[in-house]
Protein backbone atom coordinates (compact mmCIF):
# COMPACT_ATOMS: atom_id res chain seq x y z
CA UNK A 1 0.00 0.00 0.00
CA UNK A 2 1.05 3.42 -0.80
CA UNK A 3 0.35 4.43 2.74
CA UNK A 4 3.10 2.54 4.58
CA UNK A 5 6.15 3.73 2.43
CA UNK A 6 8.58 5.69 4.19
CA UNK A 7 8.78 9.24 3.46
CA UNK A 8 11.80 10.59 1.71
CA UNK A 9 13.61 13.73 3.26
CA UNK A 10 12.94 16.48 0.82
CA UNK A 11 10.89 17.30 -2.09
CA UNK A 12 11.04 19.98 -4.99
CA UNK A 13 8.33 22.53 -4.00
CA UNK A 14 8.96 26.36 -3.61
CA UNK A 15 10.79 27.66 0.09
CA UNK A 16 8.85 29.15 2.16
CA UNK A 17 9.44 33.25 3.44
CA UNK A 18 12.73 33.51 5.43
CA UNK A 19 10.84 34.48 8.53
CA UNK A 20 8.84 31.04 8.32
CA UNK A 21 11.91 29.25 7.63
CA UNK A 22 14.35 31.16 10.61
CA UNK A 23 11.41 30.17 13.03
CA UNK A 24 11.72 25.87 11.86
CA UNK A 25 15.15 26.39 12.48
CA UNK A 26 15.16 27.59 15.95
CA UNK A 27 12.23 24.91 16.43
CA UNK A 28 14.71 21.90 15.03
CA UNK A 29 17.46 23.31 17.40
CA UNK A 30 14.94 23.32 20.40
CA UNK A 31 13.61 19.55 19.29
CA UNK A 32 17.50 18.17 18.90
CA UNK A 33 18.14 19.70 22.39
CA UNK A 34 14.73 18.12 23.75
CA UNK A 35 15.99 14.84 22.15
CA UNK A 36 19.80 15.18 23.44
CA UNK A 37 18.04 14.91 26.96
CA UNK A 38 15.33 12.50 26.48
CA UNK A 39 16.94 10.22 24.19
CA UNK A 40 13.95 7.87 22.07
CA UNK A 41 11.78 5.44 23.13
CA UNK A 42 9.39 7.70 24.96
CA UNK A 43 5.60 8.90 24.35
CA UNK A 44 5.16 11.68 22.27
CA UNK A 45 3.36 13.39 24.87
CA UNK A 46 6.86 13.78 26.55
CA UNK A 47 8.96 15.31 24.21
CA UNK A 48 5.76 17.73 22.89
CA UNK A 49 5.78 18.48 26.83
CA UNK A 50 9.64 19.13 26.81
CA UNK A 51 9.28 21.42 23.67
CA UNK A 52 6.75 23.68 25.52
CA UNK A 53 9.10 23.91 28.70
CA UNK A 54 12.12 25.42 25.69
CA UNK A 55 8.95 27.72 24.05
CA UNK A 56 8.40 28.95 27.18
CA UNK A 57 11.93 29.46 28.68
CA UNK A 58 12.78 30.87 25.67
CA UNK A 59 9.62 33.50 24.77
CA UNK A 60 8.03 31.58 21.99
CA UNK A 61 4.78 31.56 21.70
CA UNK A 62 2.47 28.73 21.05
CA UNK A 63 -0.70 26.33 20.93
CA UNK A 64 -0.50 22.60 22.54
CA UNK A 65 -3.07 20.62 21.28
CA UNK A 66 -4.43 23.21 19.43
CA UNK A 67 -8.04 22.55 18.04
CA UNK A 68 -9.35 23.11 14.08
CA UNK A 69 -12.85 22.69 12.68
CA UNK A 70 -13.03 20.24 9.68
CA UNK A 71 -15.04 21.76 7.00
CA UNK A 72 -17.19 19.66 4.65
CA UNK A 73 -19.15 21.86 1.87
CA UNK A 74 -19.59 24.59 4.84
CA UNK A 75 -20.06 22.38 7.38
CA UNK A 76 -17.99 21.39 10.62
CA UNK A 77 -17.68 17.73 10.56
CA UNK A 78 -15.14 16.97 12.82
CA UNK A 79 -12.17 18.80 14.89
CA UNK A 80 -8.45 18.07 14.52
CA UNK A 81 -5.32 18.41 16.42
CA UNK A 82 -2.38 20.46 16.04
CA UNK A 83 0.37 19.07 18.68
CA UNK A 84 2.26 22.10 18.59
CA UNK A 85 0.79 25.35 16.89
CA UNK A 86 4.31 27.70 17.22
CA UNK A 87 4.35 31.90 16.23
CA UNK A 88 0.17 31.25 15.11
CA UNK A 89 1.74 29.66 11.90
CA UNK A 90 4.46 27.23 12.28
CA UNK A 91 2.36 23.38 12.53
CA UNK A 92 4.78 21.07 14.35
CA UNK A 93 3.52 16.79 14.75
CA UNK A 94 5.36 15.00 16.93
CA UNK A 95 5.97 11.52 16.49
CA UNK A 96 7.87 8.57 18.43
CA UNK A 97 7.15 5.80 15.94
CA UNK A 98 9.58 3.58 13.88
CA UNK A 99 9.43 5.36 10.82
CA UNK A 100 7.26 8.12 9.44
CA UNK A 101 5.03 6.76 6.36
CA UNK A 102 3.09 8.92 3.98
CA UNK A 103 0.42 9.33 6.35
CA UNK A 104 1.92 11.27 8.75
CA UNK A 105 2.87 13.88 5.74
CA UNK A 106 -0.86 13.90 4.67
CA UNK A 107 -1.76 14.86 7.87
CA UNK A 108 0.70 17.73 8.26
CA UNK A 109 -0.79 18.82 4.83
CA UNK A 110 -4.37 18.65 5.36
CA UNK A 111 -3.65 21.13 9.05
CA UNK A 112 -1.42 23.62 7.08
CA UNK A 113 -4.51 23.81 4.32
CA UNK A 114 -7.29 24.08 7.24
CA UNK A 115 -4.92 26.78 8.50
CA UNK A 116 -3.82 28.59 5.74
CA UNK A 117 0.07 28.39 6.05
CA UNK A 118 3.08 26.74 3.55
CA UNK A 119 5.63 25.20 6.28
CA UNK A 120 4.77 22.60 8.83
CA UNK A 121 7.32 20.54 10.50
CA UNK A 122 7.13 16.22 10.83
CA UNK A 123 9.28 15.47 14.04
CA UNK A 124 10.29 11.52 14.92
CA UNK A 125 11.98 11.75 18.25
CA UNK A 126 12.47 8.05 17.84
CA UNK A 127 15.44 8.06 16.18
CA UNK A 128 18.84 7.86 17.28
CA UNK A 129 19.55 10.62 16.28
CA UNK A 130 16.71 13.45 15.46
CA UNK A 131 18.12 15.34 12.22
CA UNK A 132 17.13 11.54 10.62
CA UNK A 133 13.59 12.03 12.04
CA UNK A 134 12.83 15.86 10.78
CA UNK A 135 10.99 16.27 7.53
CA UNK A 136 9.72 19.97 6.56
CA UNK A 137 6.41 19.87 5.15
CA UNK A 138 5.48 22.21 2.40
CA UNK A 139 2.06 23.00 1.17
CA UNK A 140 2.37 25.10 -2.24
Not at 21 to 48: F, S
Not at 73 to 96: F, N, P, Q, T, Y
Request: net charge negative; hydrophobic share 45%; proline share 6%.
Amino acid sequence: MPYEQEIPPYGDLPEPPKEMDALARTVIGIGIEVHRELGPGLPEEAYEGAMCVEFDSRGILYERQKLVEIVYKGVVVAKGRIDLLVEGKLIVEVKSCDTLIAVHRMQVIAYLKIIKQMLGLLMNFNVPVLKDGIRRVICS
